[in-house]
């Protein structure tokens, strides 16, 4: 996803128009990290496939769409997020 999805000109575009990126690395080293990790994956729905996505509101942090799993195609991940702009 990040070398042939994000970097395409329609989805960067959304991207960096109304999104932050957030990751969250549960095989961080740190343990202060991976229990921070741990309470927002428990916070979105729990056991997370690799990749998941997830779109949540910035003033109520509720999730709004949740994809667990690899979006192989421009226009599906499009969706996703909510359309074209």
Excluded: C
Aim: proline share 7%.
């Amino acid at each position: 996803m990040e070398n042939q999805i994000f970097p395409r000109p329609a989805v960067a575009g959304v991207l960096k128009k109304g999104f932050i990126e957030a990751r969250l690395h549960m095989d961080n080293p740190d343990t202060a990290v991976r229990a921070k990790s741990e309470q927002v994956r428990k916070r979105y729905g729990g056991g997370f496939a690799t990749p998941t996505f997830v779109i949540v509101d910035p003033k109520t942090g509720k999730m709004l769409q949740r994809h667990e799993g690899w979006i192989p195609k421009e226009e599906t991940f499009l969706n996703f997020l909510g359309g074209r702009q």
